[in-house]
């Protein structure tokens, strides 16, 4: 059996395991990606503490479409890790701007 998983080893699993959580859970809906239903589920429930307003229909809709890269009307795993990403950035940037106004 191989060693423990590191923590950021970890943090990649859970967001394989999360895409995949709600990939393909509407009926006729591809296993590999996400229809915007799915989507809108997966934000609402695993992203609610870091999102504003997750369930304002127009800032869903903004967020949707900017996460639909290719413009495909579904979201694949590359799509999602760039919005991970992309929420985990602005989040860092507020944790640091908090830190600087902390320290002065």
Same mark, same amino acid.
């Given at each position: 059996?191989?060693s ?24 006729? @809906? ?10 809108? @589920?997966?934000?609402?429930k ?26 495909? @009307?579904?979201?694949?795993? @590359? ?5 991970v ?20």
């Amino acid at each position: 059996m191989g060693s423990p998983l590191s923590e950021l080893e970890t943090s990649m699993k859970s967001m394989m395991l999360v895409f995949h959580k709600y990939a393909g859970t509407d009926e006729n @809906q591809s296993k590999l990606t996400l229809s915007r239903n799915e989507a809108k @589920q997966l934000l609402v429930k695993e992203l609610s503490n870091f999102m504003k307003t997750p369930t304002d229909p127009k800032a869903m809709k903004d967020i949707l479409d900017k996460m639909d890269i290719d413009g495909n @009307q579904e979201m694949d795993f @590359q799509e999602f890790i760039v919005m991970v990403s992309s929420i985990t950035i602005l989040c860092n940037d507020y944790l640091v701007h908090c830190l600087q106004k902390k320290g002065k």
